[in-house]
């Protein structure tokens, strides 16, 4: 499809979605509405079982509300005159304020969550308008999430202007124990509600094992899986009751690889039984302490498991291992859409559509929402996805919400 086609079609889309707004506020669908302030949320965020409100709520969505629930995008892929290299570009300028064009695609496209880099970072005043701004124009309550890892990664403390607790590393942090990891989660979790966002890409569960990884290194709390797995459960206690979900990253374990899935497909060479007594430790202890989320890399693990995909479109990965073996009942979210190793060799809707297939319940950032989204729809009408399926994981995204104080 043109650029010039998409935006005639994302016009009329565009058109039919105010009208759906509007019905939506008559009556005619249940109205969701993010609470006054979900800042103010006290209670624990944990894989807690859905109460009857969200089974309501999600009985009367339509399909496409569904659908959409299921998107985690870039503020800027909200913006469809921006090509997918200028969303990607970290070099780029950023989207920084909402326009009534993105909240239009909101409408076409209502989904589940954005999540900000650095680029659509300015200044504190700037930032807590953008947040306040999506919320208020999404019918339903938006998880607005960041990677503030604290150390290597941390999008807001490295934006000059916000006065914020700076650490050296993660590792720096692990080597003082899981006390320390606790106090630093419950910091960061902290100054992020004060600017909107309720879900945070960390802490790192990974262990870093591999001298030649370029990717996790000193991003990981150490070396040493079980030093990793102590302090990875007390991170995921200190953000309990601060209104941040934390989400654990990147099942299986990216420690032990020597490539970048920015670029390409990424490796271990471990076994099964190698995985389960080193790079499971952190995860199962970030689940047993209440972990809401854990995110799926792309990591393909051939001595493993034997279907040849990336984890985070593996069945054998995710449902077999991550449910299955470790109990794991939160949401499952996978690693970027858009990265090369996904792109080079699946289109958006094909992603997407695998991903759920393999048990993810988020799909982050695709490669193109709009060819994601109708990937997915095009699955659910051709019976490769049942609407049963999606339902399962919209509960599941709808569950989290109402511990958030979003619906």
């Avoid at 409408?107 to 999540?115: F, I, K, Q, R, T």
């Avoid at 700076?166 to 004060?194: H, N, R």
Wanted: charged share 15%; hydrophobic share 45%; with cysteine.
């Amino acid at each position: 499809m043109t650029d010039v086609l998409r935006r005639c079609l994302a016009a009329l889309l565009a058109a039919g979605a105010l009208c759906l707004a509007a019905c939506v506020r008559s009556g005619d669908l249940p109205a969701v509405q993010p609470s006054p302030d979900p800042v103010e949320t006290a209670n624990p965020v944990s894989s807690a079982q859905p109460g009857q409100g969200t089974q309501d709520l999600l009985d009367g969505m339509t399909l496409r509300q569904k659908v959409g629930q299921l998107f985690l995008v870039r503020p800027d892929a909200l913006d469809l005159t921006l090509s997918q290299q200028d969303i990607d570009d970290a070099d780029a300028g950023g989207v920084t304020t909402l326009t009534d064009a993105m909240a239009e695609t909101l409408g076409v496209y209502p989904v589940g969550g954005v999540v900000f880099f650095g680029k659509n970072i300015e200044t504190p005043q700037q930032l807590r308008a953008m947040t306040s701004a999506l919320q208020s124009v999404s019918q339903t309550g938006l998880l607005i999430a960041v990677d503030e890892e604290g150390g290597a990664v941390a999008r807001l403390a490295d934006t000059p202007g916000f006065d914020l607790p700076v650490y050296e590393s993660t590792a720096a942090v692990g080597a003082l124990g899981p006390d320390a990891a606790k106090a630093q989660a419950a910091e960061i979790a902290a100054y992020l509600s004060e600017y909107g966002f309720n879900l945070n890409f960390a802490p790192v569960a990974d262990v870093s094992t591999n001298p030649a990884n370029t990717v996790i290194g000193t991003r990981a709390f150490a070396s040493d899986a079980q030093t990793a797995a102590d302090c990875v459960a007390g991170a995921v206690t200190g953000y309990a009751g601060t209104g941040v979900a934390c989400c654990l990253k990147h099942f299986p374990g990216h420690g032990d690889t020597a490539q970048d899935s920015h670029d390409g497909a990424v490796y271990t060479k471990k076994t099964l039984d190698e995985l389960r007594a080193c790079e499971f430790l952190p995860f199962a202890a970030g689940i047993d302490a209440g972990a809401p989320l854990v995110m799926a890399g792309h990591i393909q693990a051939p001595n493993a498991w034997y279907d040849g995909l990336p984890a985070s479109l593996s069945h054998q990965a995710l449902t077999d291992a991550l449910r299955g073996e470790l109990g794991f009942e939160g949401l499952i979210v996978t690693d970027s859409l858009s990265m090369g190793v996904i792109t080079e060799a699946y289109s958006p809707g094909e992603a997407a559509v695998l991903a759920l297939q393999a048990g993810a319940d988020l799909l982050l950032m695709p490669a193109g929402l709009a060819d994601a989204f109708d990937g997915v729809m095009a699955a659910i009408e051709d019976g490769r996805l049942s609407e049963a399926r999606i339902d399962e994981s919209v509960l599941r995204i709808l569950t989290l919400k109402q511990q958030l104080g979003l619906v």
